[in-house]
């Protein structure tokens, strides 16, 4: 991490507050040098972030100067290659989801995730290096706001069902159909979108297209029960001429670029649910101690410690198995079951110990989300029951 903006800060070293604080740190993959980083990011969220949380979720809206300032300090290109302009250190990357959990809006966080680590990634691994100049430098820099498109309005967990057509034409594609649910979709600059290129579609008939803002692409916000300051859109593409430069990948491969990317956007769910559980976990152990609550809430959050080391456990021991470039789709699928409907079982239960309490009750709605998306835990199932020979 020598040269970037994150690595010139050296504070002490990070210890989890709460019941499991004195766990040893560091744990691999990560290392001293990221448990420092953790703690600067920690402040940076706490003090830049935290505090705007409850304004940015009533405007259901967080300003694009967000994104400046993460570039600033190095935080959007924290995985990608210093040619780039990023740090190469997807450890790091994984520091900073989790402790953006902090940040008191789970929308905030989905919407600066959507671009970093869902919609970015995929033109750095399968875009040319025209590409990479194009939209990858200036989405690190925090000038262009990037969203991934793939789900529809009769295609969710089943992309090969997807119905947006690209009609080959002269010099490129023109685009019909539309997107639901595109977080990140109503500000977007640029749209990595999943598309039609045969008649037939299905695994073997879908491609990528980075689609730049213009004539014929239109969004309109959708109302959510959380992530309230993401903006999440309904995208359509009404004849829209897309250059035959900007295809991403190879024409009818799109499918697997698809898969491809699932694994890390899964990974990183699963960091933020350890994150968010580890939050409420810390602040329902001090409203306890400070009641001097009895018996039933010790246990209760004795069971809750549980379920939270285990999350921790399996999404570190995937997260060292991906980064050492193995097929990881078990081991993040397990992380990703593991800890989605624990975060808001967690969350629930922290809110029933300390009663109403706002910032828990926003904590609770966005965690509902994870079970659905990136893969629904019935999918996640599915996967999980197939690589077991069933």
């Not at 021991?317 to 808001?344: H, S």
């Amino acid at each position: 991490m020598s040269g970037s903006a994150h690595a010139r800060t050296r504070p002490a070293a990070h210890a989890r507050p709460g019941a499991g604080a004195h766990a040893p740190r560091p744990i691999p993959p990560f290392k001293e040098e990221h448990e420092e980083f953790r703690e600067a990011v920690r402040r940076y969220v706490e003090t830049e972030l935290l505090p705007c949380a409850h304004e940015w979720e009533e405007a259901r809206w967080f300003p694009n100067e967000v994104f400046t300032r993460l570039a600033e300090l190095g935080y959007i290109g924290l995985k990608f290659p210093p040619e780039y302009g990023g740090a190469g250190d997807p450890i790091a990357d994984a520091v900073f989801v989790e402790e953006l959990s902090r940040c008191g809006s789970g929308g905030l966080a989905a919407g600066i995730g959507a671009h970093s680590g869902i919609a970015l990634p995929p033109i750095w691994r399968f875009g040319t290096d025209e590409q990479k100049q194009c939209y990858l430098v200036p989405g690190i820099r925090g000038e262009k706001i990037a969203a991934l498109a793939i789900t529809e309005p009769d295609a969710g967990s089943d992309v090969a069902s997807i119905r947006t057509f690209a009609r080959k034409t002269d010099g490129g594609y023109v685009v019909n159909g539309a997107k639901t649910f595109i977080t990140g979709g109503v500000r977007a600059d640029v749209l990595v979108t999943a598309v039609k290129t045969s008649e037939a579609g299905g695994h073997h008939g879908i491609s990528f297209l980075i689609v730049e803002r213009g004539p014929g692409v239109q969004s309109s916000a959708l109302e959510k029960l959380g992530w309230h300051a993401s903006d999440t859109a309904l995208i359509t593409f009404d004849d829209v001429f897309v250059p035959e430069e900007n295809l991403l990948g190879d024409e009818h491969a799109g499918f697997y670029l698809i898969m491809a990317n699932f694994q890390w956007e899964r990974l990183l769910m699963a960091l933020g649910a350890v994150g968010g559980m580890q939050v409420a976990f810390e602040q329902t152990v001090e409203f306890a101690r400070q009641r001097s609550m009895g018996q039933a809430v010790r246990h209760q959050l004795a069971e809750i410690a549980v379920a939270i080391e285990a999350g921790r456990d399996v999404t570190y021991a995937a997260l060292r198995r991906y980064l050492n470039g193995e097929d990881v789709v078990r081991e993040v699928t397990i992380a990703k079951l593991a800890t989605q409907r624990a975060a808001f079982d967690t969350i629930d239960a922290c809110l029933q110990i300390q009663g109403p309490d706002s910032p828990l009750e926003r904590a609770a709605r966005d965690a509902r989300l994870g079970p659905i998306g990136g893969g629904t835990d019935e999918i996640m199932k599915e996967i999980l029951g197939r690589s077991l020979g069933l």
